[in-house]
């Protein structure tokens, strides 16, 4: 095979090339799953995954697709629980942007505490209450802040590193100079504050307290809401929490 030829003559973007194509062209689970193992061997991660999904959708019953998966997204630093994955614009762990209370209660039982709050501002929502739910010690290290309008989840609110995106932008790394096209746009602001809005929207980064080069910060949340941005951006972010 090409793949074991380029392997053996140390071409490895020549191999990786060939058992991609494997991948994508054997029809038994067996063969998919060995190339696939290949391609973690030789570091390519993200073909692996594909290769990986692909075994999946080959034997669907095996788990040792979903194992292979989840080790290739270990390596990418991609999230490998369903129950920390951003889905921007959508959902936040199990918590789906129209869910009703009733809907949040039963993922994730009572609040810890509730308040509300008058979007103001500019905003079209300016006269509209919102009311917010806090989960912090009962999710130790996950907790979310859920805003709800009109008694369903509008917005949600994190400030945990684990939390990230099917492809690994989070709180941890959406700082760093590697990411920046992954962002939509940067707006810095005052007192070493920044806002970036995550690439296709539906995703927002705070943080303030930035350090010397602008790659990490004292503070930082992040909020996943419908469209380009949150319902009180437009004047001063008035259900914002990001100091505690």
Partial sequence: LVSEAAIKSKNIETAVEALVKQTELFKKPEQVLTCSK??????????ALKGYERFSELAPDDRRGIHGANAAK??????TD???????????????IGDTKEDVKSKLGSPEAKEFRKVGGKSILADEYAEIWTYSKTMPKRGLRIIFLNG?????????????????????NFLLPKNAKR?????DGEGRSVVCLA???GLTFYAAGLNNDG?????????????????????????LELFN
């Fill in 74 to 79: 270990a390596m990418l630093g991609w999230p």
């Fill in 183 to 187: 962002l939509e746009w940067r707006k």
């Fill in 38 to 47: 290949m391609l973690m061997d030789l570091g390519a991660w993200e073909e």
């Fill in 82 to 96: 369903p129950k920390l994955v951003i889905r921007p614009g959508k959902s936040i762990g199990t918590i789906e």
């Fill in 215 to 239: 790659t990490d910060a004292r503070y930082r949340k992040l909020r996943v809401h419908k469209g380009n941005s949150s319902i009180d951006s437009v004047e001063g972010f008035s259900l």
């Fill in 152 to 172: 369903k989840v509008r917005e949600a609110e994190a400030r945990s590193g684990e939390y990230k995106t099917e492809t690994g932008l989070g709180l941890t």
């Fill in 199 to 201: 690439k296709g929207g």
